[in-house]
């Protein structure tokens, strides 16, 4: 959970899985950090993303929690669905899906790339990563019902700035081999409004776990996890 003024403690992190992790409850730490952000004001200040357990998120601003369907989107007025992001869009057909690092990237950046205008909660970009992921693991992701945008958001537009960095995988994650792999990014959201209006930034960490049935299949993505 994240909190903004008063100054409160951030939520300690989880420890980076060895293994693959839920589904579900690791798309709900992203999809909860991401709705968050801003919720505070346009102070620019920074916000920790932890993981949320699988506890409910209420709505950040106060408003309406999302009472869309398992599987439905709940889009903002004026959405355009279907749309790409204001902040850009990954394609994947200019991504080398033989590289484990440039899919997990390409998955992390669409998954966290949000935009009012054209997403109801986060869990549209999610949607947008499927060239990315294991059907399973869409599956999963796709029916999440957390992560609501904020009124704030949709008051200003707002869209995702993202910034992805490389990070040194821990060694307790165990090597790569033909079939598994696993890659670690540094994450930095800018929630930016069409009106000029910045919220806080957003930071996390990324642990991707991909797979393939075998090394000449390209790879995908079977699971992501923040800390």
């Not at 909190?3 to 992790?21: H, I, L």
């Not at 589904?23 to 709705?35: D, K, S, T």
């Not at 033989?98 to 899919?103: G, L, Q």
């Not at 060239?131 to 949709?154: C, D, M, R, V």
């Amino acid at each position: 959970m994240i909190r903004c003024a008063p100054r409160a403690p951030r939520t300690p992190r989880t420890p980076r899985p060895a293994g693959a992790a839920a589904p579900g409850r690791a798309a709900l730490a992203v999809l909860v950090a991401l709705a968050a952000a801003g919720g505070c004001g346009g102070s620019g200040g920074d916000s920790g993303a932890g993981a949320a357990g699988g506890s409910r998120q209420a709505s950040p601003s106060g408003g309406p929690t999302s009472t869309a369907a398992p599987g439905t989107a709940a889009s903002p007025p004026g959405a355009s669905p279907g749309a790409a992001p204001a902040g850009g869009a990954v394609d994947p057909a200019r991504v080398d899906h033989r590289d484990a690092t440039a899919v997990s990237r390409a998955a992390v950046l669409t998954m966290w790339s949000v935009d009012s205008a054209t997403d109801g909660a986060q869990r549209d970009a999610y949607r947008r990563a499927r060239p990315f992921l294991t059907p399973e693991y869409y599956t999963a992701i796709a029916g999440e019902t957390s992560g609501k945008l904020s009124n704030e958001w949709l008051r200003h537009r707002a869209y995702a700035k993202v910034r992805v960095a490389p990070q040194q995988v821990d060694s307790g994650a165990g090597t790569d081999t033909s079939t598994s792999a696993r890659r670690q990014w540094g994450i930095t959201v800018i929630p930016t409004g069409r009106d000029g209006w910045r919220g806080g930034k957003v930071r996390a960490v990324a642990f991707v776990n991909l797979t393939r049935p075998d090394a000449s299949a390209p790879w995908r993505v079977s699971a992501v996890t923040t800390g």
